[in-house]
T-cell receptor, first 113, second 113 residues
């Protein structure tokens, strides 16, 4: 099993450009999450999904959109990137609500110039 | 308002000694507490957890203690090894909220020879 994978690993964008980050998991997990990590701060939840076709806002959702068209994939979109979105983005998945352990991907380092 | 706090950004411990990492929280609705370990350029990996109804959980060299009255938990690593050098995040799960986690800002542990 590959676990949780993220594509791409690194990306540099110019202000105003758009991009999509892809998260894939092969563990048949129901729940998936997108976080961002900034220096001196913990991981902050952007959006999450409790199942295929469902999404919900987390703590810092502004400027991001998500989609969960397939159970194994969770996409994070930036429609018009801003320098404040420079961060490391982590995707995580969890089996069900009865679990408490989230499994994380390796992260995507995004720089917005 | 930070609900999960790790007040020590860094900690240095000699190999073989005990490492104690601390975490404080403010929300009484947290029902599970977790510790994650993170190496550079990797995603966080789950280390150990404790239910809010317990006061201690042990797994090999790692023990987590929970003091609900003080809203405080700690992670003990005995004996510390150089491979334990990493950033440790404390996280708390909110009951009934799609298992969302709230993370602390992390403590960088360095185990010296």
């Amino acid at each position: 099993n590959a676990g949780v994978t993220q594509t791409p690993k690194f990306r540099v964008l110019k202000t105003g450009q758009s991009m999509t980050l892809l998260c894939a998991q092969d563990m048949n997990h129901e729940y998936m999450y997108w976080y961002r990590q900034d220096p001196g701060m913990g991981l902050r939840l952007i959006h999450y999904s409790v199942g295929e076709g469902t999404t919900a806002k987390g703590e810092v959702p502004d400027g991001y959109n998500v989609s969960r068209l397939k159970k194994q994939n969770f996409l994070l979109g930036l429609e018009s990137a801003a320098p404040s979105q420079t961060s490391v983005y982590f995707c995580a998945s969890m089996l069900t609500s009865g679990s408490h352990e989230q499994f994380f991907g390796p992260g995507t380092r995004l720089t917005v110039l | 308002d930070q609900q999960v706090k790790q007040n020590s950004p860094s900690l240095s411990v000699q190999e073989g000694r005990i490492s104690i990492l601390n975490c404080d929280y403010t929300n009484s609705m947290f029902d599970y507490f977790l510790w994650y370990k993170k190496y550079p350029a990797e995603g966080p990996t789950f280390l150990i957890s404790i239910s809010s109804i317990k006061d201690k959980n042990e797994d090999g060299r790692f023990t987590v203690f929970l003091n609900k009255s003080a809203k405080h938990l700690s992670l003990h690593i005995v004996p510390s090894q150089p491979g334990d050098s990493a950033v440790y995040f404390c996280a708390a799960r909110s009951s009934g909220t799609a298992s969302k986690l709230t993370f602390g800002t992390g403590t960088r542990l360095q185990v010296t020879l």
